[in-house]
């Protein structure tokens, strides 16, 4: 018998950045995503892909789509 992994206390392990935005743009749209966050890559023509490479440069930003999301979840 294979030994347990020991699981993640992380509310959003095993969530993929993508799949966060995605949730959230379908849940929002994007311009209740640029209002709520206020970041040029939500507001100027928006798209996952430009989203993501900002997002995947820029700590303080991802940190507040990850509290939305957390809030839009529920999750604490």
Known sequence: M???Q???ND???GVTLEMMLNELVDA???DDMAARIRINCFANDPS???SLKF???TPW???KVEALYRHYRSIS
Do not use: F, N
Request: net charge positive; charged share 25%.
């Open 61 to 63: 930003a991802r940190a």
């Open 48 to 50: 996952v892909k430009s």
């Open 28 to 30: 929002y749209g994007w």
């Open 55 to 57: 997002l995947r440069k």
């Open 2 to 4: 294979p030994d347990a």
């Open 11 to 13: 509310p959003l392990h």
């Open 6 to 8: 020991p699981q993640s």
